[in-house]
Nanobody
Framework: QVQLVESGGGLVQPGGSLRLSCIVS????????MGWYRQALGKQRELVAT???????NYVDSVKGRFTISRDNAKNTVTLQMNSLKPEDTAIYYC???????????????WGQGTQVTVSS
């Protein structure tokens, strides 16, 4: 069984910062790409940022220069540092990881339960 557990969401004023963290645990053998997605009320889930095992990153245009994704391969964690937050960043943020799991051929996509980020004055 594999679990992705997020932490760090909350309420912040416009211009503020939040740091989201996600830890992967369970019976996996390798973690490949990791990332953060978000889903605002009434909208589809969208990619925010991804990072490869080697540290190559990709961001949606709306967060470039404000958000930074990083990972610690030794600790099986991925982090999203969010600065200069805007009301339009309000959403549920989901951690994502592509894993190779014991006893299951190939790789699979796994998701955390989500953490609410609200940017409001």
């Amino acid at each position: 069984q594999v679990q992705l557990v997020e932490s760090g969401g909350g309420l912040v004023q416009p211009g503020g910062s939040l740091r989201l963290s996600c830890i992967v645990s369970g019976s996996f053998t390798s973690i490949y790409n990791m990332g953060w997605y978000r889903q605002a009320l009434g909208k589809q889930r969208e990619l925010v940022a991804t990072i490869t095992r080697g540290g190559n990153t990709n961001y949606v245009d709306s967060v470039k220069g404000r958000f930074t994704i990083s990972r610690d391969n030794a600790k099986n964690t991925v982090t999203l540092q969010m600065n200069s937050l805007k009301p339009e960043d309000t959403a549920i943020y989901y951690c994502n990881a592509v894993l190779a799991v014991l006893g299951i051929p190939g790789v699979r996509n796994y998701w955390g339960q989500g953490t609410q980020v609200t940017v409001s004055s």
